[in-house]
């Protein structure tokens, strides 16, 4: 029998600090859909309002920060009328096992998505062992 799931918009989530923020303005988690392969991880970020300039991306004693930075819409003769738009920050860290080649990390931002690509160390793939006689 096929399982069907329901999808479900996800609203856009502040990201819940535990230490000081030495900066001011919201700070959201981007929501993220990880697909794995033998060969790869693929990591999709959802990060509307940004573009590939005001991505940050740092990889540490194996945690992977990714930040971005929303930029204001600002004309000088508009006043603002409505605002719903929530400018501010994205960020969101991962722990990168022995798995991942860390030196070969590549990374894209296209149409607000940040897609990384994770690919696994060689002593991490699948591969056949000939048992002899």
């Given at each position: 029998?096929?399982?069907?799931?329901?999808?479900?918009?996800?609203?856009?989530?502040?990201?819940?600090?535990?230490?000081?923020?030495?900066?001011?303005?919201?700070?959201?988690?981007?929501?993220?859909?990880?697909?794995?392969?033998?060969?790869?991880?693929?990591?999709?970020?959802?990060?509307?309002?940004?573009?590939?300039?005001?991505?940050?991306?740092?990889?540490?004693?194996?945690?992977?920060?990714?930040?971005?930075?929303?930029?204001?819409?600002?004309?000088?003769?508009?006043?603002?009328?409505?605002?719903?738009?929530?400018?501010?920050?994205?960020?969101?860290?991962?722990?990168?096992?022995?798995?991942?080649?860390?030196?070969?990390?590549?990374?894209?931002?296209?149409?607000?998505?940040?897609?990384?690509?994770?690919?696994k160390a060689e002593k991490?793939?699948?591969?056949?062992?000939?048992?002899?006689?």
């Amino acid at each position: 029998m096929a399982e069907t799931k329901e999808l479900k918009a996800k609203e856009k989530q502040e990201f819940i600090n535990t230490a000081e923020q030495t900066q001011s303005g919201l700070v959201f988690t981007p929501a993220v859909d990880i697909f794995e392969t033998e060969r790869e991880i693929t990591l999709l970020a959802d990060m509307p309002g940004v573009t590939g300039d005001n991505v940050t991306i740092d990889l540490n004693e194996g945690i992977l920060t990714v930040s971005g930075n929303i930029k204001p819409w600002e004309e000088a003769d508009e006043s603002d009328v409505l605002i719903e738009f929530e400018v501010g920050k994205y960020y969101r860290q991962f722990s990168l096992s022995e798995v991942i080649d860390q030196s070969k990390i590549e990374a894209k931002m296209e149409d607000g998505v940040l897609r990384l690509v994770l690919p696994k160390a060689e002593k991490a793939m699948p591969r056949k062992i000939t048992v002899t006689s």
